[in-house]
Nanobody
Framework: QVQLLESGGGLVQAGGSLRLSCTAS????????AGWFRQAPGKERESVAA????????YYRDSVKGRFTIFRDSAKTTVYLQMNNLSPEDTAIYYC????????????????WGQGTQVTVSS
């Protein structure tokens, strides 16, 4: 059974940092890209960042550019999202997913999803 497990969420003050991890069962990340999405209460799930299979190309939504960094380990079993200078607007449940093809901003470009990890940023 394919599983993606996120971890690293929590409560942090504005300006603080968190590092999210997404670990995959098996080797489902070995030949596919990956991405992070988030969903705040009452809002649509939105793309945050994505990374290609090789890790050489990344995508970020405008509001997180310069603050968030997506990267993956050399074994391609774990994808990370380093989040710096967090603001209350970043509060959401963060999900990782496997990116198979297409626009990394589009949820339909992903097939497997994790259960999410809560990130709360206090002002």
């Amino acid at each position: 059974q394919v599983q993606l497990l996120e971890s690293g969420g929590g409560l942090v003050q504005a300006g603080g940092s968190l590092r999210l991890s997404c670990t995959a069962s098996g080797r489902i990340f070995s030949d596919q890209g990956a991405g992070w999405f988030r969903q705040a209460p009452g809002k649509e799930r939105e793309s945050v960042a994505a990374i290609t299979t090789s890790g050489s190309n990344t995508y970020y939504r405008d509001s997180v550019k310069g603050r968030f960094t997506i990267f993956r380990d050399s074994a391609k079993t774990t994808v990370y999202l380093q989040m710096n200078n967090l603001s209350p607007e970043d509060t959401a449940i963060y999900y990782c997913a496997r990116w198979t093809y297409g626009d990394p901003r589009d949820r339909s470009s992903y097939d497997y999803w994790g259960q999410g990890t809560q990130v709360t940023v206090s002002s």
